[in-house]
């Protein structure tokens, strides 16, 4: 199927920049996993290509354009960023990279793992997570795993989770799937919370510190002024920002920095800045 869009979109550095973990290039196509389906999507000209399994691609295109973030207004973020010159470079290079709105349940997870790791790891690990308890989709050479739910993780408990090469991130896991699988905290209800009610309520679960819960703000939950601050982050922010400072800047404060400093789209900007750094300057975790 193919679906003409007619704004700035680049498909490759929104599904492979670090804010999802379940894509991989598969003969050209970016191989995925997403509602329940196995999905994949060619860049063409004017558009995309789409196939998906088991669901049909027409029932399921709405549902991904809403993944992809196409809504957002890119030359509005665009004309709210552009005065900065450092990040114009960066949007020059990824003229097009948008923000997903992912499943926050997948997301939370995602960035659980993300602890003291790598892309490469991480990736790994939810893989990992998927293949031991989601549900098979798609058919042949095709079949993936679902992600699994709260419930099923929490069931799973620490030790089969750590066995998957997840560390102490495991208990964390298990202890967060309990308390959603529970009714502890809605998770998708968080999208109508203010940012600062959402972010209160993300940090109470265990393994969720001010990073993580700003990568699920961002990535999952429509906050666009969420600044997830990692080591690349970090890093871009005390060469190229916070340089001229007679103190150094702690990292507890530097996500409060950037938001009065960028702004509404401060999401945006973050996610510029860290793709185009950490290509820049491989060899790094994602602290």
Known sequence: MFIPIDQPFDLESTLHSGQAFRWRWDGGWHHGVVFSNVVRLRQAEGGLE??????DEAALWPLLE??????????RVYSA??????????????HGMRVLRQ??????????CSSASNIPRITRNIESICQAYGRPVGTGTAMRHAFPTPDRLSRAGEAPLRALGLGYRGA???ETAGAVAGGA????????EPYEQALETLTDLAGVGDKVANCVLLFSLDKLEAFPVDVWVDRVLRE???????EPVARPKMRPWAQAHFGAYA???NHYLFHDRRLRGKGLGTG
């Open 240 to 246: 190229w920002y916070l340089d001229g400072e007679a």
């Open 172 to 174: 964390y896991i298990a």
């Open 66 to 75: 809403d993944y992809l973030g196409l809504d957002v207004d890119l030359a």
């Open 103 to 112: 499943d926050p349940w997948e997301c939370l997870v995602s960035f659980i």
């Open 185 to 192: 905290i809605d998770l998708m209800s968080l999208r109508e």
């Open 50 to 55: 789409l196939s998906c399994e088991p669901d």
């Open 81 to 94: 960023l552009g005065v900065d010159s450092r990040l114009r470079d960066a949007i020059a290079r990824y």
């Open 267 to 269: 999401g945006y900007a």
